[in-house]
């Protein structure tokens, strides 16, 4: 049975970095695109970040140039460093899995098969 689970989550002031895990069992990790949502109550769950099977990466734009996504294949491990924090980034963060047949990175949120139970992060002024 597929399951990924989060990890990494806190409390940090602006400008502070969390680093975010997810741990993947019961499918074959390194087939998968893996990616990075995030949503607050209310709103519907927002794509950060993406990474297909071939390492290569997108990001929404107000992520671009402070959050990293990478996959270590080996450790079946997805990451999301996250740096330059602002309140804005406060949300329960996803990591979502499917079958990578597109060839390149989605975070089309209907498109994933596996999803995590999320990991709560809270940036304060």
């Known amino acids: 049975r597929a399951q990924l689970v989060e990890s990494g989550g806190g409390s940090v002031q602006s400008g502070g970095s969390l680093r975010l895990s997810c741990a993947a069992s019961?499918?074959?990790?390194?087939?998968?695109?893996m990616a990075w949502f995030r949503q607050v109550p209310g709103q519907e769950r927002e794509g950060v970040a993406a990474i297909d099977s071939r390492g290569q990466t997108m990001y929404t734009e107000s992520v671009k140039g402070r959050f990293t996504i990478s996959r270590d294949n080996d450790k079946m491990t997805l990451n999301l460093q996250m740096n330059s924090l602002k309140p804005e980034d406060t949300a329960k963060y996803y990591c979502?899995?499917?079958?990578?047949?597109?060839?390149?990175?989605?975070?089309?949120?209907?498109?994933?098969?596996?999803w995590g139970q999320g990991t709560q992060v809270t940036v304060s002024e």
């Open positions: 979502a899995a499917m079958e990578d047949y597109r060839g390149h990175p989605t975070l089309s949120r209907g498109q994933f098969d596996y």
């Open positions: 019961g499918f074959y990790f390194s087939r998968y695109s």
